[in-house]
Structure formats: C-alpha cells, structure tokens
C-alpha cells in the first residue's frame, strides 16, 4: 500500500506529463485544403482593410463623424 500512495504522490508533481488527447495523423488539429484557402483569403481581407486604413491616414483623408 505504500508503495500506491507514493506513486500516486509522484504522478501528481510531475510537471513533465503530457495531455492524453486524440490526434489524426500525429496532429492535434484536422487540417484541409479548403481551410487553408479560407485562412489566406480572410487573411487577404484583414491586410487589405489594414492597408485602405494606413492609406487613409496618410493622406489625411479621415472623415470625421464629430460635430
């Protein structure tokens, strides 16, 4: 019995386990052809509204919504 509770005191400091989880092919993530196209396209859209942003800036072209 003793030996049981040790083992049991030494799994709990172990600061070295890794989490028991389902994977497909050695990853964590299923990954597709269509949503890497999906992530460049959203990608394409957040840096080209960045870029109109920075543009506007620039040219000092904000419209101002205050009275």
């Known amino acids: 019995m003793a030996?049981?509770?040790c083992q049991k005191s030494l799994k709990k400091?172990?600061?070295y386990?890794?989490?028991i989880t389902l994977t497909y092919g050695g990853?964590?993530?299923?990954?597709t052809?269509?949503?890497?196209?999906?992530s460049l396209i959203s990608?394409?859209?957040?840096?080209a509204f960045?870029?109109?942003q920075i543009k506007k800036i620039a040219?000092?072209?904000m419209k101002s919504f205050a009275s």
């Open 3 to 5: 030996k049981t509770s």
């Open 13 to 15: 400091i172990d600061i």
């Open 33 to 38: 052809e269509v949503g890497g196209v999906i």
């Open 59 to 61: 040219l000092n072209d």
């Open 43 to 47: 990608i394409f859209i957040v840096l």
């Open 17 to 19: 386990g890794r989490e």
């Open 50 to 52: 960045a870029l109109s």
């Open 27 to 31: 990853e964590r993530k299923f990954k």
